[in-house]
């Protein structure tokens, strides 16, 4: 009788040791995902701690998707923790970025970010920060699509305006006040 060769041969779990090794290896980011997540370090913090505890204890999932699943237990963790919900009215989202202050750009964007309500702000930073499909964040947030549409619009439109005030003219040339500092 012939050999049985199963599936998992070609494409092997991932062990402890390889969530350790990426939780290891992408800690800045990591916690950056889930900083901009919950807008509030503890509750970063905390959602990082589960989302190692899960990856490394939870159901096997193959190594290819490692880092995946990894950040998918930290936006999971952080759904939880925060439990954002749409709004039904519109309520204007602000996505200003500092106004006057000089900052460093990612300074400028991450305090935009956290500015957004939080359903917005977990909006912007599933499909737009981690790539994810506008199926895959309704999923994670467990609201309908259209929600996700919606909120994805609004988050444009502030974007536009934003960008719009913050870009100026100097001898000709189109410069963001965000990189260069206040050109009023």
Not at 100 to 128: C, D, H, K, N, W
Request: charged content about 20%; aromatic content about 8%; proline content about 4%.
């Amino acid at each position: 009788m012939p050999e049985t060769k199963h599936i998992t041969s070609l494409m092997p779990y991932a062990s402890s040791s390889d969530f350790h090794r990426i939780f290891y290896e992408e800690n800045d980011s990591l916690h950056r995902l889930s900083f901009l997540l919950t807008a509030d370090r503890e509750k970063a913090e905390q959602c990082f701690v589960s989302g190692f505890q899960e990856s490394v204890n939870g159901s096997p999932v193959f190594k290819e998707w490692a880092h995946a699943w990894a950040r998918r237990t930290i936006i999971q963790n952080a759904v939880r923790v925060i439990n954002p919900r749409p709004v039904k009215e519109h309520a204007p989202s602000s996505f200003d970025s500092g106004g006057g202050t000089t900052l460093a750009v990612e300074q400028v964007e991450t305090a935009a970010v956290l500015q957004l309500e939080p359903f917005e702000r977990f909006v912007y930073v599933i499909s737009v920060l981690e790539r994810c499909s506008d199926l895959d964040c309704s999923v994670l947030l467990g609201c309908p699509g259209q929600d996700v549409i919606a909120a994805n619009s609004r988050i444009r439109a502030n974007r536009k305006a934003t960008d719009f005030r913050l870009t100026g003219t100097v001898n000709g040339k189109t410069l963001n006040r965000a990189s260069t500092g206040n050109l009023s």
